[in-house]
């Protein structure tokens, strides 16, 4: 958690503190940027012009107002899939308006200091998060892929190859960009018969201008947009989180996530005024910018600003890029999103973390909704914590030599799931005249811990038993404090009372 | 027993930073703490791959190599900043202090003043780091942060140590002014020296009274001082006066007023260390 004030000298040297790499990462940025905001308006079902808009405002404001210098931001894969049924039911003005509004949930958050909740979504959800989002990004491709011309596939595998080979001749220019120029040309040269972006809808032609969405402000309009706005504010948050803690690895410096949080609403809100549909952080972009030497605000900035630039300048020549080369390049994204590794570790990890991932990966992939896959996985996450600290629980007793008193000794952690072998562990049908239960080992954890051990004290009773309890610890007495009934008076009759 | 924090870079003041803390150990009976920063070099060393594709296992990749680029430097500055400290820990043992521990942390700067122990008294930190320009008026950046960040009086080192006989009490009648001379008393620093009590006003203002209060605190508490009452700007009257008595150490009241009223018309304080060339002893 980062508590330190606002400091003028290091705002500015995480603007300037790397000029000249930052401005050319910037540029290789943009390149990555473009088939993405293309690729999912078309998903969303806008046209690229609302994709590119956002792209292009949510960098530039993320660049200022962001907790996490050299993460990049914009329109994304995460949000765009979500935001599908809304656009099919009831058009892009709700887009627009749900956009304003998720920026507006996600300020909250972050005023909210929501961020401290990533500590609750293990390494395995992450995981799993990454690639559900990297399967959601390449099959967005598929259907560039399916009823098309044998071209496509000839020119999309051209494509790779040069993205993926042009590298190991040389670093100094982005291959993204040598292969969208060559196939460009290609096709302009030999009229291939693929579609190209043009095709696929309106690209913009000017800069962007200030738009109210035109909803109607009522509380029906409010309910429409709201489990939108409400999970494009929630996936959006993790994505962005999730990237910040990856560029705080990849660079070992500290990221501010209510910032960040804060961040992304305020960009989010100012771009649904702009005619942009909602956004957040990329993780694939976010690795190209590190990766091309990207650290500070302004890489951001640029890659922003380029984009626009490129779009509106170049309008004429961007129509004609032809789409093999728009996926050919998110499918580079796709497989660089994707861990790998992770499919190896299936053998080596524990299953229960492997359960976890795969489940958010099955959830995501089924529903295209990676707040409810991420959910699923924090819940089994817990669960399966909670099982196996259950397990360090044991109970053992002696009995005195004269056989009229027991001493039962608990130890380990005493909790709703461990509840069942707590009771189990008793033998009431001892006859004993007195019982003594040493929980001076255990940590008493919640209400359900206390009502068992009420209840065995309880039953003791029962068949005529004296009972002690000793060494509730510190930790246990407060909670035994306020919650047991057992050491009341008048415990008994109530339990009577009740009927058992 | 209490400790004095003083830090070193491998800036020309470095050795300067030593004597001042050697001095202050001696006058205070404080043991001493050497802090070396190792502050990691932003991004300039990393090679440039513009190629912008990321392929099968680019995450794993990518943090092996940053990581193995910056285990490597980080080694090399390891090695550098142990033998900065050894160099200190010598020249302090021949100025007869002898009680001194050295700690080596990575981080920024200011970070590290921040994290300074609560039983270290007073935090010595030379006027320039190894990164400024010396030629240049320029002050280094991280020197206003770390003072607003310090939760300890600062002693700011000038180039080379000289003993301190003649000390100069800029007064302006703040808070953090009154501090200072309450400090300078509590802490017998100026038993030995002559102190001049600066008040920068004209004749009969309000301001002058509470001077008067404050030198008569200075005398009961068996300092020998003297009290100059003169118009003008700050931090020009500062430096006059500091030339005039020969005053070898200034001690002040550190950024009384606020960060916006800083940006807007600049700080005082700042001025007077860029201005003066003797060591100044910050109070806030």
Redesign the interface.
Known sequence: MNT?HF????YRQEWF??VR?DT??GL??A??LIPEAIAFSIIAGVDPKVGLFASFSIAVIIAFVGGRPGMISAATAATAVLMTPLVAGHGLEYLLAATVLAGVIQVVFGLLKLGQLMRFVSRSVMTGFVNALAILIFMAQLPELTNVTWMTYVLVAGALAI??L??RV????????VAIIVITVLTMIFQFDVRNVGDMGELPDAFPVFHLPMVPLTLETLMIILPYSLAVAVVGLLESLMTAQ?ID????TRSNRNQECAGQGIANFFTGFIGGMAGCAMI?QS??N????G?GRLSTFIAGMVLLILVVVLDQWVRQIPMPALVAVMI??S???F???SIKNLKDHPRSSSVVMISVVAVVVATHNLAIGVLVGVLLSGIFFAWKIAQLFGVRSELSDDGTQRTYHVEGQLFFASVEDFNAAFDFREALEKVVIDVSRAHIWDISSVGALDMVVMKFRREGADVEIVGLNEASATIVDRLAIHDKPDALEEFMKEGH | MDKLTAFIDSSNYAESVCDHAAWIAGQLGLSVELVHVLERQKGHHAPVDLSGSIGLGARTALLEELAELDAQNAKVAQKRGRLLLEGALERLAAEGVTDVKTRLRNGDFVEAIEDVSADSRVIVIGKRGEGADFASGHLGSNLERAVRTAKQPVFVAARAFKPIHKVLVAYDGGPSAEKAVDRVIASHILQETDATLLTVCKEGDPMAGKAEAALKRLQDAGVTATLVMRPGHAEKVIEEVAAETGADLLVMGAYGHSRIRTLVIGSTTTAVLRACKIPVFLVR
């Open positions: 330190r400091s003028l000298a290091q503190g790397n790499a050319l990462s290789v940025v390149m990555a993205i993926y042009l590298p040389t670093n100094a220019v982005p291959s993204p960009l990856l690895d990849l660079t070992d694939g690795m190209i590190v990766k091309s030497g650290r580079m994204v497989i660089g999103t861990s790998w590794s």
